[in-house]
């Protein structure tokens, strides 16, 4: 609960006005200049070799159910270890507030520079957060990065300017450099109860302790700020917003902005993202476009274009266009922006389980595309990507889970050699059981420097909501299973029971 903290007004641009929005997955963080996938900021101690930052908004902390916490695990030339981490949750000495149950710390997260200090800072949702008696209003904890990497000395907290009632502030995140005129990272946040996107800049470049100020934003119908919201809506599809990705998809070098969801209205729960492009005079609404409610980038066909991947695992059975088991879509950057199988705008290529060369079938309830992720697992220049499917039934095993890695190439994404594991796949640590929901969280990072990321596959259900992360490795060929290990939050020290590690992993 924060009693005496600072608000920040907001300038913020409103997505769709009196719906629901459902809690967002993990955010996708971009880098000053572009978010190619490698070249992502997740190197919060500077030396060069991304670091994993993963929420476990179960934990119990201090006795508080729910109250949560995040890890980050330092890169270095062997990876990614168990002892070489940082546990640090709202008891920890230097963080703003204080443990309390049902908090969710660590439920979205996002990284980026911020405070342009050449190190990169994490950015924590704390959506279950009450604001004095405002029950989830929700807030936000900036842990900035540093020589020694992230600690709780001097968080910085955020929080809506009109706390309300289940608002969620900080269920979404991102933080990519959007224009030309701040040195850093700017920070976008979703909130619940307004369906807005929040654009915040530090008040002073450098000064870490230092309020946030909102910065303005357009539309197509010209500049936006905090006396003037309204035409967004109007103006577009409406979209219940659930998360953040960033990509340079016109390679400007500057980030663009994709806020995903479901579409409302008439023809309710199909997936549609909204694109803004980012210039040197800030982010500008160019379209909509069919996919979400999850997005990851990063550039399939090395052209010089971050792509969009847009997931939809639930689509529903209205007689229109519906994709059992879920469907994953392929728009490819140009000069225009992401771009459909016709040109900016279109439909983009759509994947399935039932596409030629993807393993299994696709069935209801799959959630195939729940999370996505990109990156070189070869080190051929291509990025590739990992898809998450926690529905998925393993035989007789209801909602064990399972993922798919599908390759890049000079002809954008191919099915051809894609690979696929669970839990009982060979070599693969612990079995499938009910509800483990492996895949819920995937991403695809190389904190070895060795030019291929490995996978990182989360089951957040793993031992009755515990939590897990499965690690795959990568060589020439790619992710395989051969000398695979998981951990949990108490392989690193932490409250580990219900804990539901890895239910969000910075991406």
Excluded: C
Excluded at 20 to 45: E, L, S, V, Y
Excluded at 215 to 234: C, E, N, Q
């Amino acid at each position: 609960m924060r009693k005496n903290s600072i608000a920040v007004a907001s300038a913020s641009f409103l997505l769709l006005a009196g719906a629901a929005i459902t809690a967002a997955p993990a955010a996708q963080a971009g880098t000053p200049g572009g978010t190619h996938a490698a070249d992502r900021n997740t190197d919060f101690n500077g030396d060069g070799y991304e670091d994993v930052l993963t929420g476990a908004p179960g934990a119990t902390v201090g006795g508080h159910r729910g109250a949560g916490y995040v890890t980050v695990q330092y890169g270095s030339a062997k990876g990614i270890t168990t002892t070489g981490r940082a546990v640090i949750g709202q008891n920890t000495p230097g963080v703003p507030g204080a443990a309390e149950a049902g908090d969710g710390f660590g439920k979205a997260l996002a990284s980026g520079d911020l405070d342009s200090d050449g190190y990169d800072d994490a950015i924590v949702g704390i959506p279950g957060e009450d604001i004095g008696t405002v029950a989830d209003a929700g807030g936000i904890v900036i842990l900035w990065g540093s020589p020694k990497g992230l600690s709780g000395g001097a968080g910085q907290w955020l929080e809506a300017d009109r706390p309300t009632a289940g608002k969620r502030f900080g269920a979404g995140l991102a933080a990519a450099r959007f224009t030309a005129d701040t040195p850093g990272d700017l920070l976008a946040v979703l909130d619940r109860t307004d369906l807005r996107l929040h654009l915040f800049e530090p008040a002073a470049p450098g000064a870490a302790t230092s309020a946030f100020r909102p910065r303005a934003v357009r539309t197509d119908s010209g500049a936006l700020t905090g006396a003037d919201r309204s035409g967004v809506a109007a103006a577009g599809r409406a979209i219940q917003p659930t998360s953040l990705t960033t990509g340079d998809y016109d390679n400007n070098g500057y980030a663009d902005l994709v806020v995903s969801g479901v579409s409302g209205g008439e023809e309710p729960g199909h997936g549609w993202s909204a694109h803004w492009a980012g210039g040197a005079d800030g982010l500008t609404r160019v379209r909509e476009l069919r996919g979400g409610p999850v997005a990851a980038s990063g550039d399939l066909n090395s052209d010089g274009y971050d792509d969009l991947v847009t997931g939809e695992p639930h689509s529903p059975d209205d007689g229109g266009e519906t994709f059992t088991g879920g469907v994953v879509g392929v728009y490819y950057g140009s000069e225009e922006g992401p771009a459909g199988v016709e040109g900016p705008g279109s439909p983009p290529r759509y994947l399935t389980q039932d596409s030629p060369g993807v393993a299994g079938a696709a069935e209801e309830g799959d959630g195939w595309g729940t999370d996505l992720s990109l990156g070189d697992t070869d080190g051929d220049g291509y990025a590739d990507l990992a898809i998450g499917a926690p529905g998925e039934d393993i035989g007789s095993v209801a909602d064990a889970g399972a993922v798919w890695v599908l390759r890049g190439s000079p002809d954008g994404l191919t099915t051809v050699r894609s690979r696929d594991f669970n839990q009982n796949s060979p070599h693969v640590p612990g079995a499938a059981e009910k509800g483990d929901r492996f895949g819920g969280q995937v991403r695809l990072v190389d904190p070895n420097r060795d030019g291929k990321s490995g996978l990182l596959a989360a089951a957040p259900g793993e031992n009755t909501h515990d939590g897990a992360v499965w690690v795959f490795s990568a060589g020439s060929g790619g992710v395989g299973a051969t000398g695979s290990w998981s951990y949990g939050g108490g392989s690193l020290g932490a409250p580990y029971a219900d804990a539901r590690y890895g239910a969000a992993i910075d991406d």
